[in-house]
């Protein structure tokens, strides 16, 4: 039987049972929508955390100890941390055997409605250009220098004001020379210094600003390792801890333990909806289609009469099922898409976990993805009661 | 043209027992006969027509088309043979509701590899031979139960087929319309000698045929009684 | 047609309702502005010591507002859907339904806007429900216009008897 003259029949029998088909369509809908939102949240999380990761560019995160899950929260959400270490634990970690660099890092006050900043919070992260391996290099690439006194560079919701020339903070003007790449995390919202600016803004806000910043003597809350090609990232973390007893290092894919685990439990959960949706979906679908079946069995007996093979019949039935799963699919995965595209914000704030919506190429192929298994699963669903009609004799389906 | 040897047809009913709907039948149906087979509800005559056409398979014996046996084919060739050598009447509405008259038609051209003018031309003509070139793009539920199943007749004829049987295609009709049909189809087969089975409850129906099988209780009970001109071969 | 008529409403419901409770001055947000050279905007803790502040309205409560003034038609048009038989008022109001769509598309984008820190209420729950409740309401205007083309006049008048 040619293509149009199949489709004609699926088309007249999908016409035929507008509230069956309706009801095809929905679970065609939901299948696709869960899968591609599930998809969605779970990828962009884990991308978000591996784009975190390569910016920080460490080998080995050394924190205070008791202090990890602070400083994850601080890098990754701005939840404020206090926790700091000596200044003096960097030279001691720099001469660990296996240690090509290490630099630290200091986290200053979050600031609230700062007019520099898109976002409601901002953090500000002092780090030492000496020593630092992470925004350095890109400094060099893109911005062609290194940040003087008084300049700093900003993660992607930072920018200065409109109608003015610097970022006034605490009474003290910074230039911004220039916008890192987003990663979906708190970074985006940093504004990272030398040390040199922030102890000079720190000394001047004591007479400029209403609140003057203050920054703790002889502290760091972090230090970033390099470590030498060839060396165990494992073993310099225990050489660390030998050197450093109240540190705990950090080993790259360890990082953000706590989000790893937590975006897991989401996942879990969303896993679980996306099976109960689709169990009940191919349930109910194939009650439908065995329904529709069992109406149609005059008229497939009638068809068989005429000359329809048994692969016709169940052609037929596929056809119809490919053109609901197709309908339903694509205003699933568009739906799906567009909602986790439009509430992104809204969903890391839930959530409590960073977020980064997937690029054009990726979206594209989960999408396709999405809709590739909700027809699978929408033809499965009608393949049984097709299959079991197509085997009867026509003179049995014909019979009262 | 159809030769059927000693068939036989079982059902299994629930409960383990078995129903024998046909108890080794023995006919042969000629070129160009018009073949009436009788007999009252539950002889089997129904099976019969049935398993000539395979729409079911017999329990035991052979259907031979032309030699074939029928159930030595594939499912895709027996659905080629019913396209292409034979026609269907139907005792119940058996138009697509959702497809015109036109379509209704041309249905089974559908499962070959005619084009859209060719079937178009040849639905329309046989719309004409039924008296209802007017009612092409109108849809089954606007038509009567005769002008129905005078579509389905312009449906059994549209292949060409050696063949149509006819499963008590008058007995939801009243008088009337009744011999209209039957007129119609002894004027199809005057015409173009196509062969015709038909199977009916109604004795008086005989008189349109060429040859009469009376059956009873899954057996034939007279072969060809009182019939004029034996059956060619 | 009813189907979609209902849909219509509860589209004009959520356009209505919904940011007066998800922008930013529903949330207790206000906006500062201080009368100091040094600083703009509404920094607080980067401002001198003796600055005026004046407290302004957002204008993502604007755009809230005037989500009623599309809201309102657009459930007008909704109840005209419902209860019409004519194909060419169908027609006309599957039209405004688009358009009443686009308008709301506007609002929160163009027309008035939303606040710039991105992480504001208005910005991570007011727009975004906005918009897709705008877009919904587009499909639906398009699939009504469809379903309408495609189906008889149920208001066919006889010819006059002569």
């Given at each position: 039987m040619r293509i149009r003259d199949l489709t004609g029949l699926a088309v007249r029998g999908i016409a035929g049972s507008p509230f069956r088909s309706w009801l095809i369509g929905v679970c065609a809908f939901l299948i696709?929508?869960?899968?591609?939102?599930?998809?969605?949240?779970?990828?962009?999380?884990?991308?978000?955390?591996?784009?975190?990761?390569?910016?920080?560019?460490?080998?080995?995160?050394?924190?205070?100890?008791?202090?990890?899950?602070?400083?994850?929260?601080?890098?990754?959400?701005?939840?404020?941390t206090k926790a700091t270490m000596p200044q003096g634990d960097v030279t001691k970690i720099a001469a660990v055997d296996g240690v090509a660099a290490a630099s630290p890092q200091l986290y200053l006050e979050s600031l609230i409605d700062a007019p520099c900043c898109s976002v409601s919070e901002m953090f500000m992260v002092a780090f030492d250009p000496a020593t630092d391996f992470t925004i350095e290099p890109w400094l060099k690439q893109r911005v062609g220098g290194d940040l003087s006194l008084g300049q700093a560079v900003g993660g992607r919701y930072v920018f200065v004001p409109k109608g003015q020339e610097n970022i006034a903070l605490y009474g003290y003007f910074l230039s911004l020379r220039g916008n890192l790449e987003p990663t979906g995390t708190n970074l985006d919202r940093s504004l990272f210094v030398t040390f040199e600016t922030a102890y000079d803004m720190a000394r001047m806000s004591r007479t400029t600003a209403v609140k003057p910043l203050v920054i703790p003597p002889d502290a760091v809350s972090s230090v970033m390792v390099k470590v030498r090609p060839g060396a165990d990232p494992q073993k310099v973390a225990v050489g660390i801890v030998k050197a450093v007893p109240d540190v705990n290092p950090i080993v790259s894919p360890e990082m953000f333990g706590a989000y790893r685990t937590q975006i897991n439990g989401v996942l879990r959960s969303m896993l679980f909806v996306l099976g109960s949706i689709t169990v009940l979906s191919l349930a109910l679908?194939?009650?439908?289609?065995?329904?529709?079946?069992?109406?149609?069995?005059?008229?497939?007996?009638?068809?068989?009469?005429?000359?329809?093979?048994?692969?016709?019949?169940?052609?037929?039935?596929?056809?119809?099922?490919?053109?609901?799963a197709l309908a339903g699919g694509l205003v699933g995965v568009v739906v799906a898409a567009a909602g986790v595209y439009m509430f992104r914000a809204l969903l890391v704030q839930t959530l409590g976990f960073p977020f980064l919506f997937p690029a054009l190429g990726s979206l594209a192929a989960l999408i396709a993805g999405g809709l590739a298994l909700a027809m699978l699963f929408v033809a499965l669903s009608a393949m049984v009661p097709a299959l079991r009609i197509s085997r009867q004799e026509p003179a049995e389906s014909m019979r009262e | 043209m159809i030769a059927l040897r000693g068939i036989t047809k079982t059902y299994a009913v629930p409960g383990?027992?078995?129903?024998?709907?046909?108890?080794?039948?023995?006919?042969?149906?000629?070129?160009?006969?018009?073949?009436?087979?009788?007999?009252?509800?539950?002889?089997?005559?129904?099976?019969?027509?049935?398993?000539?056409?395979g729409l079911a398979k017999p329990t035991g014996g052979s259907v031979l088309v032309d030699g074939t046996d029928l159930w030595?084919?594939?499912?895709?060739?027996?659905?080629?043979?019913?396209?292409?050598?034979?026609?269907f009447v139907f005792q119940f509405p058996s138009l697509l509701p959702s497809l015109s008259v036109l379509k209704n038609v041309t249905l089974p051209l559908a499962f070959g590899r005619n084009g859209t003018e060719e079937r178009r031309a040849r639905g329309t003509e046989l719309l004409e031979l039924v008296g209802l070139a007017d009612r092409l793009t109108s849809y089954p539920r606007q038509l009567s139960a005769g002008q129905q199943q005078r579509v389905v007749i312009a449906r059994a004829l549209i292949g060409r087929p050696e063949i149509v049987l006819a499963d008590e295609p008058s007995s939801d009709l009243d008088e009337q319309t009744e011999s209209e049909i039957m007129e119609l189809f002894a004027r199809i087969h005057g015409e173009t000698g196509i062969t015709i089975l038909m199977v009916t409850h109604t004795k008086q129906l005989v008189a349109y045929g060429t040859s009469h099988v009376e059956m009873a209780a899954g057996g034939v009970l007279r072969d060809r009684a009182g019939s004029?001109?034996?059956?060619?071969e | 047609m009813r189907i979609l008529a209902a849909l219509i409403i509860v589209l004009a419901l959520v356009i209505g309702i919904a940011p007066q409770f998800s922008?930013?001055?529903?949330?207790?947000?206000?906006?500062?502005?201080?009368a100091s050279p040094m600083a703009s905007g509404g920094s607080t803790m980067g401002s001198t010591a003796s600055s005026p502040v004046k407290i302004v309205k957002m204008k993502c409560l604007w755009t809230a507002r005037s989500g009623i003034a599309v809201a309102v038609p657009l459930a007008i048009v909704g109840v005209l859907l419902f209860i019409s038989r004519r194909k060419e008022t169908r027609?006309?109001?599957?039209?405004?339904?688009?358009?009443?769509?686009?308008?709301?598309?506007?609002?929160?984008?163009?027309?008035?806007?939303?606040?710039?820190?991105?992480?504001?209420?208005?910005?991570?729950?007011?727009?975004?429900?906005?918009?897709a409740a705008a877009f919904a309401t587009i499909a639906v205007g398009v699939v009504a216009l469809v379903v309408n083309e495609l189906k008889s006049d149920t208001m066919d008048v006889a010819p006059p008897a002569t």
């Amino acid at each position: 039987m040619r293509i149009r003259d199949l489709t004609g029949l699926a088309v007249r029998g999908i016409a035929g049972s507008p509230f069956r088909s309706w009801l095809i369509g929905v679970c065609a809908f939901l299948i696709a929508a869960f899968l591609v939102a599930t998809v969605l949240v779970v990828h962009g999380a884990q991308d978000s955390l591996h784009g975190a990761s390569e910016r920080l560019g460490a080998d080995v995160i050394v924190v205070p100890r008791g202090a990890e899950a602070q400083v994850e929260g601080a890098l990754l959400m701005g939840t404020p941390t206090k926790a700091t270490m000596p200044q003096g634990d960097v030279t001691k970690i720099a001469a660990v055997d296996g240690v090509a660099a290490a630099s630290p890092q200091l986290y200053l006050e979050s600031l609230i409605d700062a007019p520099c900043c898109s976002v409601s919070e901002m953090f500000m992260v002092a780090f030492d250009p000496a020593t630092d391996f992470t925004i350095e290099p890109w400094l060099k690439q893109r911005v062609g220098g290194d940040l003087s006194l008084g300049q700093a560079v900003g993660g992607r919701y930072v920018f200065v004001p409109k109608g003015q020339e610097n970022i006034a903070l605490y009474g003290y003007f910074l230039s911004l020379r220039g916008n890192l790449e987003p990663t979906g995390t708190n970074l985006d919202r940093s504004l990272f210094v030398t040390f040199e600016t922030a102890y000079d803004m720190a000394r001047m806000s004591r007479t400029t600003a209403v609140k003057p910043l203050v920054i703790p003597p002889d502290a760091v809350s972090s230090v970033m390792v390099k470590v030498r090609p060839g060396a165990d990232p494992q073993k310099v973390a225990v050489g660390i801890v030998k050197a450093v007893p109240d540190v705990n290092p950090i080993v790259s894919p360890e990082m953000f333990g706590a989000y790893r685990t937590q975006i897991n439990g989401v996942l879990r959960s969303m896993l679980f909806v996306l099976g109960s949706i689709t169990v009940l979906s191919l349930a109910l679908m194939a009650l439908v289609f065995s329904m529709a079946v069992h109406e149609r069995r005059r008229q497939i007996g009638v068809l068989r009469a005429l000359g329809a093979s048994k692969g016709v019949v169940v052609q037929s039935f596929l056809t119809e099922a490919v053109i609901l799963a197709l309908a339903g699919g694509l205003v699933g995965v568009v739906v799906a898409a567009a909602g986790v595209y439009m509430f992104r914000a809204l969903l890391v704030q839930t959530l409590g976990f960073p977020f980064l919506f997937p690029a054009l190429g990726s979206l594209a192929a989960l999408i396709a993805g999405g809709l590739a298994l909700a027809m699978l699963f929408v033809a499965l669903s009608a393949m049984v009661p097709a299959l079991r009609i197509s085997r009867q004799e026509p003179a049995e389906s014909m019979r009262e | 043209m159809i030769a059927l040897r000693g068939i036989t047809k079982t059902y299994a009913v629930p409960g383990g027992q078995t129903i024998t709907a046909l108890g080794g039948v023995d006919l042969e149906i000629g070129r160009g006969e018009f073949l009436v087979i009788t007999g009252r509800s539950g002889s089997g005559k129904t099976t019969l027509l049935n398993v000539a056409a395979g729409l079911a398979k017999p329990t035991g014996g052979s259907v031979l088309v032309d030699g074939t046996d029928l159930w030595s084919l594939s499912d895709k060739e027996r659905s080629l043979i019913r396209n292409r050598r034979m026609g269907f009447v139907f005792q119940f509405p058996s138009l697509l509701p959702s497809l015109s008259v036109l379509k209704n038609v041309t249905l089974p051209l559908a499962f070959g590899r005619n084009g859209t003018e060719e079937r178009r031309a040849r639905g329309t003509e046989l719309l004409e031979l039924v008296g209802l070139a007017d009612r092409l793009t109108s849809y089954p539920r606007q038509l009567s139960a005769g002008q129905q199943q005078r579509v389905v007749i312009a449906r059994a004829l549209i292949g060409r087929p050696e063949i149509v049987l006819a499963d008590e295609p008058s007995s939801d009709l009243d008088e009337q319309t009744e011999s209209e049909i039957m007129e119609l189809f002894a004027r199809i087969h005057g015409e173009t000698g196509i062969t015709i089975l038909m199977v009916t409850h109604t004795k008086q129906l005989v008189a349109y045929g060429t040859s009469h099988v009376e059956m009873a209780a899954g057996g034939v009970l007279r072969d060809r009684a009182g019939s004029e001109g034996a059956p060619a071969e | 047609m009813r189907i979609l008529a209902a849909l219509i409403i509860v589209l004009a419901l959520v356009i209505g309702i919904a940011p007066q409770f998800s922008n930013c001055d529903a949330h207790g947000h206000v906006l500062k502005i201080t009368a100091s050279p040094m600083a703009s905007g509404g920094s607080t803790m980067g401002s001198t010591a003796s600055s005026p502040v004046k407290i302004v309205k957002m204008k993502c409560l604007w755009t809230a507002r005037s989500g009623i003034a599309v809201a309102v038609p657009l459930a007008i048009v909704g109840v005209l859907l419902f209860i019409s038989r004519r194909k060419e008022t169908r027609r006309a109001l599957a039209i405004i339904t688009a358009a009443l769509g686009v308008v709301a598309i506007l609002l929160p984008i163009w027309l008035i806007g939303t606040c710039v820190t991105s992480t504001m209420p208005c910005n991570t729950t007011m727009k975004p429900t906005i918009l897709a409740a705008a877009f919904a309401t587009i499909a639906v205007g398009v699939v009504a216009l469809v379903v309408n083309e495609l189906k008889s006049d149920t208001m066919d008048v006889a010819p006059p008897a002569t």
